[in-house]
């Protein structure tokens, strides 16, 4: 069984080889993704060994700056985020305290979401408005998965984020067909590399099961061509700028959350 015990030295051990490699690499760039590694990663291994507390806080904060940011992505007024930050917020806090009432309290959030540009009258915007809010309440109170799955959740994150990095460096090198109109830059080559790094990564971990590798070799792929997509309607190249390396939150999360969406319909 998965435990954050037993993820706690896979973790420091690849934090500090890729430190190592970074330092040897001399590149400015990553060199400053690595030190927003280096940080966030004791934070959100400490918050999951705190068991569904932790877990909690954590999604609930990584909740709150993702709606900011989809919100900003999808030209949302105050209104729409305060109640979409509720309603997402909502979920997670039900998937700690009342698991049994997640459905109940996500569908309330949702007529909540809906009833803002109702209640504004806005005959103009309105359905872009209700669309773009329910999808952000889909899309990130899958955030809520984090609770019941705890250490197995922070396993798929390990995977899919080795995933991302080897299907980045792969698909510059190997080059070949492009991914998707979505994402020029991604290429079938890198894609099939990263899943094979991922599903790699889940055998190391101890995190097997072919639940947890369809959500590493198809969630985190199409959860970052969702993020690609929103950004091109959006016209923007990353979700936020203030994340060293990453641009904002939602650039790097953005293959978990489809991952865990994934992870969740099949286990």
Do not use: H, N, Q
Request: glycine share 14%; proline share 5%; hydrophobic share 60%.
């Amino acid at each position: 069984m998965t435990t954050v015990a037993s993820l706690a030295p896979f973790l420091g051990g690849a934090l500090a080889l890729s430190g190592v490699a970074v330092a040897a690499s001399r590149r400015r760039e990553l060199l400053v993704r690595w030190c927003a590694w280096a940080v966030g990663v004791p934070l959100v291994t400490a918050a999951f060994w705190w068991g569904r507390p932790g877990t909690a806080v954590i999604a609930c904060v990584v909740g709150v700056i993702a709606v900011l940011e989809y919100g900003g992505l999808m030209r949302l007024g105050r209104a729409d985020r305060a109640v979409l930050v509720a309603a997402v917020v909502g979920v997670v806090l039900a998937a700690w305290l009342a698991p049994g009432e997640v459905f109940r309290v996500a569908a309330a959030g949702a007529l909540a979401v809906a009833a803002v540009p109702l209640v504004a009258g806005d005959a103009d915007d309105g359905l872009r408005r209700l669309g773009a809010g329910l999808l952000g309440l889909v899309w990130l109170g899958v955030l809520a998965a984090l609770v019941p799955l705890g250490a197995s959740a922070l396993a798929l994150f390990v995977a899919v984020s080795v995933a991302d990095i080897v299907a980045y460096f792969a698909g510059r090198r190997l080059g070949g067909p492009r991914l998707s109109p979505l994402s020029p830059a991604k290429r079938w080559s890198g894609t099939l590399a990263g899943a094979a790094a991922g599903l790699g990564t889940l055998a190391v971990l101890s995190a097997p099961g072919w639940p947890m590798a369809v959500a590493v070799a198809v969630g985190g792929p199409a959860g970052d061509l969702l993020e690609s997509m929103v950004k091109r309607g959006a016209r923007v190249k990353d979700a936020g700028g203030w994340l060293p390396g990453s641009g904002g939150l939602l650039d790097r999360i953005d293959s978990l959350l489809v991952a865990l969406a994934v992870l969740l319909v099949l286990g």
